[in-house]
Nanobody
């Protein structure tokens, strides 16, 4: 089991920045990917970014590419999502996720992730 706890959400004006954190505990060594997803009211959960633990390869949704950066600190078992140039359309609950490490997953696809955090609200005002 892996437990994930997000933090860092809040209210920010358009053009501002936030950094989300995702701290993992439990059997963290088994996961291959850390992902960030978001869900706005009335919309489906969508992929934001993903990080491959062993290679450092990153994946981004087109809507956030160039504005968001995903990273990790292995020593702290913590992943980060640095969000710059925020827009009102970025308003959503942001979730971090980790896979089980048992099978290969498509890192942009939510069903592949076995563990999820509780989510943190990000609100961008215009």
């Amino acid at each position: 089991q892996v437990q994930l706890v997000e933090s860092g959400g809040g209210l920010v004006q358009a053009g501002g920045s936030l950094r989300l954190s995702c701290t993992a505990s439990g059997r963290t060594f088994s996961s291959n990917y850390m992902g960030w997803f978001r869900q706005a009211p009335g919309k489906e959960r969508e992929f934001v970014a993903a990080y491959t633990w062993n290679s450092g390869r990153t994946y981004y949704a087109d809507s956030v590419k160039g504005r968001f950066t995903i990273s990790r600190d292995n020593a702290k078992n913590t992943g980060y999502l640095q969000m710059n140039s925020l827009k009102p359309d970025d308003t959503a609950v942001y979730y971090c996720a980790a896979d089980s490490g048992i099978t290969y997953i498509a890192p942009r696809s939510a069903p592949g992730y076995a563990y999820w955090g509780q989510g943190t609200q990000v609100t961008v005002s215009s």
